[in-house]
């Protein structure tokens, strides 16, 4: 079925007002893109990340866009109409209407996610056929967030490649479970796995697993903050884990740092990512005063992955 794309150019009062319009004639589901909000929201939230591209936080000229769809051209004429009777509470208002498929929306972005090799692993995306002698890890790349193209994805991933050589496996914040997943795949027996989103991420861990024939039992999952809920950190000191592996921000792995020590097994290993460069001394720094020992760092464009070993 097509359908027709329609994006008007406004103002942030503008879209208020088309958004009205819209949602009187039916029309409910409508992307807003402001730069200016995304600008205010990315410094409003600065505890959530370390990094933002410089691209994110241009605010541009303050032109407000507003994208629906609708069926056919006689719905179209019919908001057409309301908008320009509305116009005069508008401002400069400028059409762009072109015709998409179901293909479009579901299938087009799929030629451009390809097979890729980290370590000892293969990516491939699940409606792909491919045969390879590294180990095979297959992904629904639209199930969540996390698809294992980030920098400090590969880094973890490529940790993981060389350094399980044990049983218990924590994978804290473990997004959509390529982390957890490719784990078990490298010999892991068994992986605690847990993130703050209870919904998103326990779903696409799910999926993953499911994909990757992993049996339910081996991955025990759970939703949480395990840096305020005690009970949580509770179940991780029982586990015992040989290897923490924690791919969020800078901020959060130091915080976690001293739970991650006091929940280590002797020996075990605490691999931090998700840490851009100008933070890679405050987290060794941190992880030395914890009391691990052999910090190793690996770097890749321009992010970092420390490795610190708990010696009692």
């Known amino acids: 079925m097509d359908y027709i794309k329609v994006t008007l150019a406004t103002t942030q009062i503008g879209s208020e007002i088309l958004l009205g319009v819209l949602f009187s004639n ?37 032109t407000v866009y507003v994208v629906f769809y609708v069926a056919d051209e006689s719905q179209l004429s019919l908001i057409q109409n309301e908008i320009e009777n509305a116009k005069h509470d508008l401002g400069d208002i400028s ?6 498929t ?9 030629q451009y996610y390809k097979p890729f ?18 180990i095979i890890f297959r992904i629904d790349p639209g199930a969540a967030f996390g698809t294992g193209t980030h920098q400090s994805t590969r880094l973890a991933i490529d940790a993981l490649s060389n350094k399980i050589t044990t049983e218990r496996i924590a994978d804290i914040g473990c997004g959509s479970g390529i982390l957890s997943i490719i784990s078990l795949l490298l010999g892991a027996k068994k992986v605690f796995a847990c ?6 991420a326990i779903r696409a861990t799910n ?11 081996l991955i025990s999952l759970h939703a949480g903050d395990i840096l305020s809920d005690t009970s949580l ?4 000191n029982d586990f015992k884990p040989e290897i923490i592996i924690a791919n969020i921000v800078a901020d959060v792995i130091i915080e976690l740092a001293p739970f991650a020590y006091d929940s ?8 931090s990512t998700g840490i851009i460069d100008s933070r890679e001394k405050d987290v060794e720094k941190v992880l030395v005063q914890c009391g691990f020992k052999d910090i190793e760092v690996n770097r890749f464009e321009g992010w970092s992955l420390l490795i610190g070993r708990k010696i009692i």
């Open 102 to 110: 179901d293909a479009d929306w579901e299938n087009e972005w799929k």
């Open 26 to 62: 039916g029309i409910t589901g409508v992307e807003i893109i402001d730069a200016a909000e995304r600008v205010k929201f990315i410094k409003e939230n600065t505890g959530v990340w370390d990094y933002a591209e410089d691209v994110l936080m241009d605010e541009g000229d303050g």
């Open 233 to 236: 950190r509770g179940k991780l």
């Open 195 to 200: 993130d703050i989103d209870e919904y998103n």
């Open 117 to 134: 090799t980290i370590g000892k692993v293969t990516i491939v995306p699940e409606w792909i056929e491919h045969t390879s002698d590294d």
């Open 264 to 271: 280590l097994d002797d020996g075990g290993l605490y691999i």
């Open 95 to 100: 059409f762009h209407v072109n015709t998409v």
């Open 207 to 217: 999926k993953n697993a499911e994909l990757n024939h992993i049996k339910k039992d």
